[in-house]
């Protein structure tokens, strides 16, 4: 409970700049990657620099929620800090891909924390109709920290160095600590509740597995290997052992009543989905527009950038559209915008340059603005106030894991389609050495013929993601045609 001496507003800042913090890294080292691989080499592993951060951070979110019931949550929320803080710090001196990889993982145990105790703080401290704005806010700064991530990860690396993208974190985390050490206090329940250790043992276990065969499948490793269908038998043993302990588990991480629920249910969908979109984007966007197009990493992270015009003001305008119109026909426009927005990519081509890529950028933002709003709104509307923060955050964490899966699995696809146009061309190129592609200086040493036959191979396997992003866009629309009609409720307070 919320002691009377917390001063709501600078605790807020102290939350925003926090949630700003986490969510930026999802998204900032996506321009930098050119100049990390440059620099460290690598480029099979690409994918694991984003999909070791999102993975980690989605499989711990909803076990630091039940820290947070236990424990109070300050203590949790100051602890997830300074551990995303070390990982930041080591992220900056990492001198190999490998030991990045690592480093972006202590981030991401961090990470975990930080965003669903945000939301649950803000839960705590304002009233149902005060809630419905400031998620509002939140919901701003996730889609300005993604898309501000890849600019100034941009500008970063072209006036200093790639490293600060992560040093970057330690004045604002300090700032958010300060502000909650000092300016929230609470009055915590000391009533014991059980934590699900054993489902988020098994669903970690099962998570990583999957996304593991969607990275290294199609490359390193057959699909139909030994190795492939090992892991892949291991995340369907997992995940079934995991739902058998989550119907006996006293405190489950994961409750399974709650997929009863329709709205809950296609909300939950719809965001994975959306979660497997911005990351696509975010992932491959600037290698298409630094790679293929041959602009540079400012001009590619501009590309990206014009989603921060669509999503925060689409974000505060759900709230509005929400009490006019309703949940449904608001998410409905929101679903639609994805679908306008990944058909435009799939048609995306070098000619059409970067401009016709922003605005592209700037449609999903807007479809990302009035969905997410939406079907945070309504499913805290839809539950009682003891169900909130486990729906809340069970929300957060199916964005989170459908960032990490579509990370893992478009960065799989890629690899794939790269090795197979090569072969296909009779190429003697290997797939490591899109690393010189990816910086300008080296790109000038290629050979004009061997430069073209690259970057060929770099477009073809990159459409292939767009016609994936594609499919998913269209698969978000489909599944909003059956969103539920429900009232706007006034809700009894705690």
């Known amino acids: 409970m919320v002691d009377q001496k917390t001063n709501r507003p600078l605790v807020l800042v102290a939350l925003v700049l926090s949630m700003f913090m986490a969510a930026i890294e999802g998204t900032i080292v996506a321009t930098a990657m050119p100049n990390i691989v440059a620099d460290l080499g690598g480029f099979s592993l690409y994918s694991w620099v984003f999909s070791s951060f999102l993975l980690m951070q989605a499989v711990t979110t909803m076990v630091y929620g039940k820290l947070a019931d236990l424990f109070g949550r300050k203590p949790v929320f100051i602890i997830g800090v300074i551990i995303f803080l070390i990982g930041s ?87 958010g600590l300060i502000g909650v050490i000092l300016y929230f206090h609470e009055k915590v329940d000391k009533e014991q509740k059980s934590i699900d250790y054993l489902g988020s043992s098994l669903f970690f276990i099962a998570i990583s597995a999957l996304i593991v065969v969607f990275v290294q499948a199609g490359t390193n490793w057959a699909w139909l290997s030994i190795e492939s269908i090992s892991l892949l038998l291991l995340f369907f043993i997992g995940i079934g052992i995991f739902l058998w302990q989550e119907k006996r588990a006293p405190s489950p991480m994961m409750p399974l009543y709650l997929w009863s629920n329709k709205l809950i249910v296609i909300a939950n969908l719809a965001t994975l989905l959306s979660g497997m979109i911005i990351l696509g ?51 409905f426009a929101g679903g639609f915008a994805l679908f306008v927005g990944t058909l435009l990519f799939f048609m995306l081509d070098a000619d059409k340059g970067p401009i016709y890529a922003g605005i592209s950028s700037c449609v999903v933002g807007i479809g990302m603005g009035l969905s997410s709003t939406t079907f945070i709104v309504a499913i805290q509307n839809t539950v009682t106030w003891h169900e909130r923060g486990v729906a809340t955050s069970l929300n957060m964490f199916m964005r989170i894991i459908g960032s990490a899966v579509g990370a893992a699995f478009l960065g799989g696809l890629l690899n794939m389609q790269l090795q197979s146009y090569y072969q296909q061309k009779g190429e003697d190129i290997e797939i490591a050495s899109t690393d010189v592609l990816l910086d300008e200086g080296m790109r000038e040493t290629i050979p004009a013929e061997t430069l073209a036959s690259m970057q060929d191979g770099l477009t073809f396997a990159l459409h292939t993601v767009y016609t994936g992003l594609f499919i998913i866009g269209s698969l978000t629309f489909v599944l909003l045609w059956f969103f539920p009609k429900v009232q706007l409720k006034k809700e009894p307070e705690k």
Not at 107 to 134: F, H, N, W
Not at 138 to 159: C, K, M, N, R, T
């Open 281 to 331: 984007l975010s992932s491959f966007l600037p290698t298409y527009v630094q790679a293929v197009m041959g602009e540079s990493a400012i001009v590619a992270g501009f590309t990206l950038s014009t989603l921060s015009i669509g999503w925060p003001i689409s974000a505060t305008l759900a709230g509005h559209l929400v009490l006019r119109i309703g949940f449904q026909w608001t998410a």
């Open 89 to 175: 710090v080591l992220c900056g001196i990492a001198p190999t891909m490998g030991l990045l990889i690592v480093f972006r993982l202590i981030q991401g145990l961090g990470a975990g924390a930080i965003q669903p105790i945000v939301t649950t703080i803000v839960g705590d401290m304002y009233t149902v109709e005060e809630r419905a704005k400031v998620q509002g806010y939140l919901a701003s700064v996730w889609g300005i920290s993604s898309v501000i991530g890849p600019l100034l990860g941009g500008i970063i690396v072209q006036f200093i160095d790639w490293a600060w993208i992560f040093w970057m974190n330690i004045p604002i985390g300090i700032i």
